[in-house]
């Protein structure tokens, strides 16, 4: 079975600064899919970024990018640039590209990400 | 497009009432998820419906849960009778089915808070 495993429950930065949230999974599988999803107290989920594993270019959205490494089974999230607004849960979550049940998103448990002006 | 609407969006009742969750998916999202966030955690899939079919309902403990997708477009989860580990965030999702399509993700809605006491 698929696990993803985020080992830091809370981190801070500093308005302006970078940060780095960790995630491992596990999986036998050779072709799947990793996202990070931002959850604000609204509740909702919000797509941040996702990954491919077939594609050896880490992906990156604005501030937003990511350390894939396939070997190691590691998904890290650097945010340049923090803003206040980025204060949020962060998730990482696993899929695999089969349909049916084997397709459903597998979340770890979180970090508690606080910006500080 | 209109986003995943979810209703209501806070609900307190006794443990061994009954209690229902509505959702409504983007349109053309043929795929739909119910998952339950409890508090510290992250979300955990209930139920994926493709249409109005069962896909996976294996963690759905269905001796007090249920829920039914008619006419495979809106959805209703319910609690009968409620207990207090209940108590959670119950999120709606949706996707469109194919394999292209999934590797973007779901769309969330904003969720239902429940509190069982």
């Known amino acids: 079975a698929q696990t993803v495993t985020q080992s830091q429950p809370e981190m801070s930065v500093q308005e302006a600064e970078t940060v780095t949230l960790s995630c491992t999974y596990d999986t036998s599988e050779s072709n799947y899919y990793l996202f990070w999803y931002k959850q604000p107290p609204s509740r909702q989920m919000i797509l941040v970024i996702r990954q491919e594993a077939y594609k050896q270019q880490n992906a990156t959205e604005n501030r937003f990018s990511v350390n894939f490494q396939k070997a190691a089974k590691s998904f890290s999230l650097k945010i340049s640039d923090s803003q206040l607004g980025d204060t949020a849960m962060y998730f990482c979550?696993?899929?695999?590209?089969?349909?049916?049940?084997?397709?459903?998103?597998?979340f770890g448990k979180g970090t508690k990400l606080s910006v500080k002006p | 497009e209109a986003g995943v609407a979810q209703s209501p969006r806070y609900k307190i009742i006794e443990k061994r009432q009954s209690v229902a969750f509505w959702c409504n998916p983007i349109?053309?999202?043929?795929?739909l998820y119910w998952y339950q966030q409890i508090l510290g955690q992250g979300p955990k899939l209930l139920i994926q419906?493709?249409?109005?079919?069962?896909?996976?309902d294996s963690q759905l403990p269905k001796d007090r849960f249920s829920a039914e997708r008619l006419k495979g477009v809106d959805s209703t989860l319910k609690i009968q009778p409620a207990k207090l580990e209940d108590s959670a965030v119950y999120l709606c999702a949706s996707s469109r089915p194919g394999q292209t399509e999934r590797k973007y993700g779901y769309t969330f809605g904003s969720g239902t808070r429940l509190t069982v006491v």
């Open positions: 419906f493709q249409n109005n079919g069962v896909v996976d």
């Open positions: 979550a696993f899929m695999t590209p089969l349909g049916g049940s084997q397709g459903n998103l597998i």
């Open positions: 349109s053309g999202h043929a795929t």
